[in-house]
């Protein structure tokens, strides 16, 4: 299973507030099918398997700009481990067991 982070930034929204598009982008990742995710303060973590989460990631784009944004910029960061199964939990528990 893979992990990625994404931040999508509307641009040309003619407000500094974002909460709005993010909310949006919240029901649009409850419609997506075989994934998980977790809204943070900065970004969003998506789990699941890799075209999951890039169609996740697609659909999310285009909700941005479908909600009025004249430009959007999306970053992904993507951990994809393949020798096991890993998740974010996994993940934050194998470093709390080494604190």
Same mark, same amino acid.
């Given at each position: 299973?893979?992990?990625?982070?994404?931040?999508?930034?509307?641009?040309?929204?003619?407000?500094?507030?974002?909460?709005?598009?993010?909310?949006?982008?919240?029901?649009?990742?409850?419609?997506?099918?075989?994934?998980?995710?977790? *809204?943070?303060?900065?970004?969003?973590?998506?789990?699941?398997?890799?075209?999951?989460? *890039?169609?996740?990631?697609?659909?999310?784009?285009?909700?941005?700009?479908?909600?009025?944004?004249?430009?959007?910029?999306?970053?992904?960061?993507?951990?994809?481990?393949?020798?096991?199964?890993?998740?974010?939990?996994?993940? *934050?528990?194998?470093?709390?067991?080494? *604190?």
């Amino acid at each position: 299973m893979a992990i990625a982070e994404v931040t999508i930034i509307p641009i040309g929204t003619g407000s500094t507030s974002l909460s709005a598009y993010v909310a949006q982008m919240q029901r649009v990742l409850q419609k997506q099918e075989g994934v998980e995710y977790q *809204l943070t303060s900065m970004s969003t973590i998506i789990e699941g398997p890799l075209d999951r989460i *890039l169609a996740a990631i697609t659909a999310l784009h285009e909700a941005t700009f479908e909600a009025g944004a004249g430009r959007v910029s999306t970053s992904i960061k993507i951990d994809d481990r393949r020798d096991k199964p890993s998740s974010s939990e996994q993940k *934050l528990r194998s470093v709390r067991e080494k *604190l």
